[in-house]
């Protein structure tokens, strides 16, 4: 498994996508509307994650705040008139005030977080009481197809946590009423080559990457080849997301 990045390399994965993002996360949006569906109205939102905004233009409220690493996506965000509250800062130091928050949203961003029981008590705290947190994660089951390789050490994958483990750090962290739903969705493509560009196309490049720098020659990509190729259907070759919703609130006090 590939080790967690630090968040300047983030900001740098998710900063050179923000002009290809939007004709490649089809499955970000697909999830992020399932993620909204019967979403409580509030006076303010925090998207977390927000990247050009898809998620953002989507939330009722009043205020919509759309906080992102990369720079370049807020500003894509902005061009295409999704983001009216631009907010560049590092999910790791939220510069906002305890109890500001009516609502957090946070679609398929997370995972990216160095520790995410710490961060889950930073939402907890950022809301006001009765507060809701909705986000979307990756969870184990991601990417079956990869697995052989990931297992030989040809490719590294972002290690992915249980649903049931999430839920927990979520208890732990003070957040009630927790509600968890997985989805399970297949992505196809032409060719091996379209589906690892998938990952850089969209920033997520550590995800899904190429092992060991010594093993990107031809034979490295001969094997990768051979061992997507297994799975062609009439569709293409498929690559599987595993993925989490959860939903929680803090505790009215």
Same mark, same amino acid.
């Given at each position: 498994?590939t080790?967690?990045?630090?968040s300047e390399?983030?900001a740098?994965?998710f900063g050179?996508?923000a002009?290809?993002?939007d004709g490649?996360a089809q ?5 992020a509307?399932?993620?909204?569906a ?8 925090l998207d977390i994650?927000?990247?050009t905004?898809?998620?953002t233009?989507?939330?009722?409220a009043?205020?919509v705040l759309a906080l992102?690493?990369a720079l370049?996506?807020?500003k894509?965000?902005?061009a295409?008139?999704?983001?009216r ?5 590092d999910?790791h130091r ?7 928050l009516d ?6 961003a997370l995972?990216w ?6 961060t889950?008590? #930073? $939402?907890?705290d950022?809301l006001?009481?009765g507060?809701q947190?909705?986000?979307?994660v990756?969870? *184990?089951?991601c @990417?079956p !197809?990869?697995?052989p390789?990931?297992h030989q050490? #040809? $490719?590294?994958?972002?290690q992915f946590s249980?649903?049931?483990?999430l839920?927990?750090d979520?208890? *732990?962290?003070? @957040?009630a !009423?927790i ?7 297949t992505l196809?493509?032409?060719t091996p080559?379209a ?8 920033? *997520?490049n550590?995800h ?5 720098q010594?093993?990107r020659?031809?034979l490295?990509?001969e ?7 297994q799975h062609?259907t009439d569709?293409?070759?498929p690559l599987?997301?595993?993925?989490g919703?959860?939903?929680?609130l803090?505790?009215?006090?």
């Amino acid at each position: 498994m590939t080790r967690p990045l630090n968040s300047e390399a983030v900001a740098a994965c998710f900063g050179r996508a923000a002009q290809s993002y939007d004709g490649q996360a089809q499955l970000q949006q697909w999830v992020a509307d399932r993620l909204l569906a019967g979403i409580t109205p509030a006076e303010m939102w925090l998207d977390i994650g927000a990247g050009t905004g898809y998620a953002t233009a989507r939330l009722p409220a009043g205020t919509v705040l759309a906080l992102d690493l990369a720079l370049p996506m807020l500003k894509q965000g902005r061009a295409l008139g999704r983001i009216r509250h631009p907010l560049c800062a590092d999910l790791h130091r939220l510069p906002l005030r305890p109890g500001r928050l009516d609502g957090i949203c946070a679609n398929m961003a997370l995972q990216w977080s160095q520790d995410l029981p710490a961060t889950l008590r #930073q $939402l907890y705290d950022l809301l006001r009481p009765g507060g809701q947190l909705r986000f979307s994660v990756p969870v *184990a089951g991601c @990417f079956p !197809q990869l697995a052989p390789l990931i297992h030989q050490g #040809q $490719l590294g994958c972002h290690q992915f946590s249980p649903s049931a483990q999430l839920a927990e750090d979520l208890a *732990a962290a003070g @957040f009630a !009423q927790i509600r968890v739903e997985t989805l399970r969705h297949t992505l196809y493509y032409d060719t091996p080559k379209a589906l690892l560009g998938h990952f850089k196309a969209t920033g *997520a490049n550590r995800h899904a990457s190429g092992g060991h720098q010594g093993l990107r020659g031809r034979l490295w990509w001969e094997q990768v080849v051979a061992s997507l190729e297994q799975h062609r259907t009439d569709a293409g070759i498929p690559l599987t997301w595993q993925t989490g919703l959860f939903t929680a609130l803090r505790s009215g006090e």
